[in-house]
């Protein structure tokens, strides 16, 4: 099975902070990755697919980039809405894996 | 726009056996992937397993944890995916979300649903 490491675990920065979360695959995925957000009660939703690829609807401030083994999600400029937790996940083979998410905290 | 509702969820003891629903709408449901994903109390998602499209003849994918246990079954006709849970244990106790894939390349879960709880207890 392909292990996915997200990193940090959780992450404490304020409005307007430049956001990296970092996603490392145990071999390569190319680049089948999706990055999801979830907030406390509520399902997963989409907000990167295909490593870069921003899906309809999602604020430019989210950016997604890498291939391989190696993954960055990135929030330009984080908005008091963007305060939840995020995970990776590939879809390269099966099974499918996701990361163990990052919370991104108030600072 | 697609929406996706699960039903079916509760309490039930170890060892026993509960069906998961998903009601699907706005897509031609034979079209498209279909997966269930899980979330136990305070932990992360995890994959549970697919049905894929009619194109590739509905063959099923599972997670090796619930492989032998759990069948992922559709019903194009009702707009409907399933997930028959059997051999139920304590570690099976999650949200269970169902998702939709809008197509390839790109196989990975566009939309959820809102999940239904699974406790597994005695």
């Known amino acids: 099975d392909i292990q996915m490491t997200q990193s940090p675990s959780t992450l404490s920065a304020s409005v307007g902070d430049r956001v990296t979360i970092t996603c490392r695959a145990s071999q390569s995925i190319s680049g089948w990755m999706a990055w999801y957000q979830q907030k406390p009660g509520k399902a997963p939703k989409l907000l990167i697919y295909?490593?870069?690829s921003l899906e309809s609807g999602v604020p430019s401030r989210f950016s997604g980039s890498g291939s391989g083994t190696e993954f960055t999600l990135t929030i330009s400029s984080l908005q008091p809405d963007d305060f939840a937790t995020y995970y990776c996940q590939h879809y390269y083979i099966y099974p499918l894996t996701f990361g163990g998410g990052t919370k991104v905290e108030i600072k | 726009e697609v929406q996706l509702v699960e039903s079916g969820g509760g309490l039930v003891q170890p060892g026993g056996s509960l069906r998961l629903s998903c009601a699907a709408s706005g897509f031609i449901f034979s079209d498209h992937y279909m997966d269930w994903v899980r979330q136990a109390p305070g932990e992360g998602l995890e994959w549970v397993g697919r049905?894929?499209?009619?194109?590739?003849?509905?063959?099923?994918e599972y997670a090796a944890s619930v492989k032998g246990r759990f069948i992922v079954s559709r019903d194009d006709s009702r707009y409907s995916l399933y997930l028959q849970m059997n051999g139920l244990r304590t570690e099976d106790t999650a949200v269970y979300y169902c998702?939709?894939?809008?197509?390839?390349?790109?196989?990975?879960?566009?939309?959820w649903g809102q999940g239904t709880t699974v406790i597994v207890s005695s």
């Open positions: 295909k490593a870069s």
């Open positions: 049905s894929k499209h009619r194109r590739e003849n509905y063959a099923t």
């Open positions: 998702t939709w894939s809008r197509g390839g390349p790109n196989y990975n879960m566009d939309v």
